[in-house]
Nanobody, 122 residues
Framework: QARLVESGGGSVQAGDSLRLSCTASWRLYSSSVMSWFRQTPGKEREFVALIRWRGGSALYADSVKGRFTISTDRPANTVFLQMNSLKEDDTGVYYC???????????????WGQGTQVTVGS
């Protein structure tokens, strides 16, 4: 069964860093687009970052630009989200997703992980 498995969430203080990982159980196509979204209760899933699996420039939400970095480890079939200078507003459940379109709309992504909680305290 094809799965995306996330890890690396936790509870930290504002200003701290976390690195999220997401590993796919199947071989990803070079045309795939890897992404991270986040969600808080009562709100729609929010785009955070994406990158093409084959490499190239990444795209970030304005709210995380300069603080978060998305990267890939192709031999390990894994995408990372390095989160620095965390803020309380970064709190949420973070999901990785795989799709085929270079778009920020969560509806464009077909496969989703189970989510990992990130909590940032003051």
């Amino acid at each position: 069964q094809a799965r995306l498995v996330e890890s690396g969430g936790g509870s930290v203080q504002a200003g701290d860093s976390l690195r999220l990982s997401c590993t796919a159980s199947w071989r990803l196509y070079s045309s795939s687009v890897m992404s991270w979204f986040r969600q808080t209760p009562g709100k729609e899933r929010e785009f955070v970052a994406l990158i093409r699996w084959r490499g190239g420039s990444a795209l970030y939400a304005d709210s995380v630009k300069g603080r978060f970095t998305i990267s890939t480890d192709r031999p390990a079939n894994t995408v990372f989200l390095q989160m620095n200078s965390l803020k309380e507003d970064d709190t949420g459940v973070y999901y990785c997703a795989v799709g085929s379109r270079y778009e920020t709309n969560y509806r464009s992504f077909d496969s989703w992980g189970q989510g990992t909680q990130v909590t940032v305290g003051s």
